[in-house]
């Protein structure tokens, strides 16, 4: 991935967040705690990652709009690809 280096920090963050939570998710399974619980961090763990997805696709858009001649450059329909993905 390409971009500035405060929007890497940021994906970094989120994806290591989500990291800690699925570890915590898998101690939970582990342990046998109540499907509540479990289901209610699988949702968080799924929320850092969405956001992180997110913030990866507004950059492609964002250096879509200025016209930023970077080689990993994407297309409307391979942006629109990603965001559906997510979706």
Known sequence: ???DEDTIGQVLNRVRRAQGQLAGVI???EEG???KDVVTQLAAVSRALDRAGFKIVATGMRQCLTGNDDPEHMTEA?????????A
């Open 33 to 35: 705690r109540g499907c």
């Open 1 to 3: 991935m390409t971009g």
């Open 27 to 29: 101690t939970m399974i």
């Open 78 to 86: 391979e942006l629109e690809k990603l965001f559906l993905a997510l």
